[in-house]
């Protein structure tokens, strides 16, 4: 059963990650607001994806507390994994398997009534407009195709909560246009929050309504993308935001197994 929904989707209090000696998530306070698009952003290595496993459940918090989809983060981790869907960097979608496949195994996963399933399903196909495709085997789709796929995977059980770890890495202009279309239309249609972390500062601007910058496992500045732009210059971009942050840390779609490849590398440097 899915948790009702929550003031703040996500709320964290002094959420800190340390491994040894190192700190990657350093007392993070953050609320996410219902309905809304929250990106998070930062150089490889700020602590993005190590707030996003921890608030997902695959990590501990060392200290702090959360709140993720109204359950504790500590004490309800069971209910929280039920209750969200989870889109991450690495490849999750099978490529032995067919696109229907894949999503007949996630509704098994999700504990979906058999009786609901093939609807679900169906749905899910037309709304990813992957219904041509779903008897095709996922290691024959383009990277855009199995990034559709894996949100639809992830919300079969139409969770009011979607977190996003790089949903758009190594795909190219048009397909991530087509998958910043299709989680405004999650939102739109069911109303779900979605955090989203990503490197591409156009994909902010376009679909974040608020957004949060990590450096060195800190949340520096939350705001929407138009007050942290205001807040350096009136000429400002967001990548002029996130250099006045993070300056001296930046360093400098295929088909499938190109895409498993550079989700890979993308996670090697979270």
Request: include cysteine; hydrophobic fraction near 40%.
């Amino acid at each position: 059963m899915l948790a009702p929904p929550a003031i703040f989707p996500i709320e964290t209090h002094g959420l800190s990650k340390a491994f040894d000696q190192n700190v990657a998530v350093d007392h993070v306070d953050l609320q996410v607001r219902q309905r809304e698009i929250f990106g998070l952003i930062g150089p490889n290595g700020a602590g993005k994806s190590t707030l996003i496993k921890m608030l997902t459940t695959l990590l501990p918090p060392t200290s702090g507390d959360a709140t993720v989809a109204g359950c504790d983060l500590r004490r309800e981790a069971r209910q929280i994994r039920a209750s969200i869907g989870y889109v991450p960097q690495l490849l999750s979608a099978d490529g032995a398997l067919t696109g229907y496949e894949n999503l007949l195994l996630s509704a098994r996963l999700y504990l979906i009534p058999r009786a609901e399933r093939a609807q679900r399903i169906r749905e899910a196909l037309e709304m990813t407009e992957l219904t041509g495709a779903a008897d095709r085997l996922a290691q024959h789709y383009s990277g855009g195709m199995l990034r559709r796929l894996e949100i639809a995977q992830s919300t079969l059980h139409r969770p009011a909560l979607l977190i996003m770890d790089e949903p758009t890495v190594g795909l190219d202009p048009v397909a991530r246009t087509a998958i910043w279309n299709h989680v405004r239309g999650l939102r739109d249609r069911f109303g779900t929050t979605i955090l989203v972390t990503t490197h591409v500062m156009e994909e902010v601007d376009a679909l974040c309504d608020r957004v949060g910058i990590m450096h060195r496992g800190r949340l520096e500045k939350v705001g929407t993308p138009a007050e942290l732009k205001a807040g350096v210059g009136p000429s400002a971009t967001l990548d002029d935001v996130f250099m006045a942050i993070a300056g001296g840390d930046v360093e400098s779609g295929g088909d499938y197994r190109d895409v498993r490849q550079t989700r890979r590398s993308a996670s090697d440097h979270g």
